[in-house]
C-alpha cells in the first residue's frame, strides 16, 4: 500500500498545479470568451467565430483537465482514510493512487508545452537512409511506431504521400497527425533513429546497423499568416501510384509542388518539393500540398527563433535538429534516446508505439530551454 508521504506529494503537486496554471484566473477567463460568442452576429465572420470558439475551448481545457487531477486526488485521499476502517482494501487504494499519479503527470507534461506551436497538428515525415532494403524496412517499422502511438492517444492518423520500398519497407512517407498538441509532444522526435539488429535481409544473419531520419513540423492553418511568394510556386501533375482501384494510374490526381525559397535571413535558395496523392480529388490534394507548404516555411521561421535563442543563451545545452537522437539495440533488448540517456529494455513495447516516457523526459529535459 501507498505511504502518507505518496499521498502528501499528490495533494503538494494537485495544489502546485492549479497555480501554475492559474486555474482561479482561467474561471474568469472562460466566462469572459464564452459572453463573446453570444454576441449578436457573432457567426457573420466565421474566420473570426472560429479562432474565438478555439480559444474559449482550450481555456476550457485546462480547467478540465485540473478538474479531473483534482477529483483524482481527492478520490484518493478518501480511499487512504476508508481504509484505516476497512472500507476499501489496500490495492483499491493503490489503484487510486496510481490514477491519480498517471493524471498529475500527464497535466505537468501538457503543462510544459508553452510554445505558440506546441498545441497544433503536425506533418510528420519519415526517410529511409543509405542501405537499399534493410533501411527501407527500418523506414516502415517507425511509421508503424508513430501510427500506434497515434492511435493509442486519439489522434487522427492520415498518410499524405508515400514511396514503396523496392523489395519491402518504404523509401518515404509523410503523415498527418491531427489532435491537441500533437506537435508539442513529438517535436522531439526530429532526428535521425538508428537501429542495430540481426537482419532478417542477410543470409549471413549478420547484425547490421541501418539509419531513418524523422521530420516533425507544426501543420499550420489559415489562421496562422504565413508569406508565400505565388510566382515562386510551379505544378506538375503525375498518376497515383497504389494497389487496386479502378482510378489508380488512369487519372493524373497526384500533385508535385515545387517552390523556390529564398531565406529572409542568409539569403540562402533552396527548392522545396511537396507531392501529395492522399485524395483521388486533385484539387484537393494541391490543397494538402499548400498546406504542407505553409507548415514547413512556418517551420523555418521557428528554427531561426531557436537559433537566436540559442545564441542568446550560449551556455545552456541546445537541441540540435537533424542529429542522431535514438538507438534501437534489438538483440541486446535496449532502447536509448542519446539526448537524455532515458532508455527501456521493453524494445517491442516501444515498436507498438509506447514512447511517451521518451516524449516526457525530453520535455522534462529541453522544454525550459525553448
Known amino acids: 500500500m501507498i505511504t502518507i508521504e505518496q499521498l502528501k506529494d499528490i495533494t503538494v503537486r494537485t495544489e502546485a498545479l492549479k497555480r501554475y496554471l492559474d486555474i482561479d484566473n482561467k474561471l474568469i477567463q472562460v466566462e469572459e470568451e464564452q459572453l463573446r460568442t453570444q454576441a449578436p452576429g457573432f457567426w457573420d465572420d466565421a474566420k473570426a467565430a472560429e479562432a474565438q470558439m478555439k480559444k474559449v475551448k482550450g481555456l476550457q481545457g485546462w480547467i478540465d483537465g485540473y478538474k479531473e487531477v483534482k477529483n483524482l486526488a481527492d478520490e484518493l485521499a478518501l480511499a487512504f482514510d476508508f481504509c484505516k476502517d476497512e472500507l476499501v482494501t489496500e490495492a483499491e487504494v493503490d489503484e487510486a493512487y496510481k490514477k491519480a499519479l498517471e493524471a498529475v503527470e500527464a497535466l505537468e507534461l501538457k503543462n510544459m508545452l508553452r510554445q505558440e506551436a506546441d498545441e497544433m497538428d503536425c506533418v510528420l515525415k519519415i526517410n529511409s537512409g543509405a542501405g537499399g532494403t534493410e533501411s527501407q524496412d527500418w523506414a516502415s517499422m517507425l511509421m508503424r511506431m508513430y501510427m500506434r502511438w497515434g492511435e493509442a492517444n486519439k489522434y487522427k492518423v492520415s498518410i499524405s504521400n508515400i514511396q514503396e520500398g523496392d523489395e ?203
Open 168 to 370: 519491402a519497407g518504404i523509401k518515404s512517407v509523410t503523415m498527418n497527425i491531427e489532435g491537441p498538441y500533437a506537435y508539442g509532444y513529438l517535436k522531439g522526435e526530429n532526428g535521425v533513429h538508428r537501429l542495430v539488429r540481426v537482419s532478417p535481409y542477410n543470409a549471413q544473419g549478420k547484425r547490421m546497423t541501418s539509419f531513418a531520419s524523422v521530420f516533425v513540423t507544426p501543420l499550420v492553418d489559415d489562421s496562422i499568416e504565413v508569406q508565400i511568394n505565388p510566382a515562386n510556386i510551379s505544378w506538375d501533375t503525375f498518376r497515383s501510384g497504389g494497389a487496386g482501384g479502378q482510378n489508380v494510374n488512369k487519372v493524373e490526381s497526384g500533385v508535385r509542388l515545387r517552390y523556390q525559397y529564398k531565406d529572409p535571413y542568409t539569403g540562402a535558395e533552396e527548392e522545396i518539393l511537396i507531392e501529395n496523392t492522399e485524395t483521388r480529388d486533385q484539387p484537393k490534394n494541391k490543397e494538402n500540398a499548400m498546406r504542407q507548404l505553409r507548415s514547413i516555411l512556418y517551420d523555418k521561421e521557428l528554427q531561426h527563433r531557436m537559433e537566436e535563442q540559442a545564441k542568446i543563451e550560449a551556455g545552456k545545452k541546445k537541441i540540435e535538429w537533424g542529429s542522431q537522437i535514438r538507438s534501437y539495440v534489438f538483440d541486446d533488448r535496449r532502447v536509448k534516446d542519446h539526448r537524455t540517456n532515458y532508455q527501456t529494455s521493453d524494445v517491442n513495447g516501444v515498436m507498438d508505439g509506447k514512447i511517451d516516457d521518451f516524449i516526457k523526459a525530453y520535455l522534462m529535459e529541453f522544454s525550459s530551454e525553448e
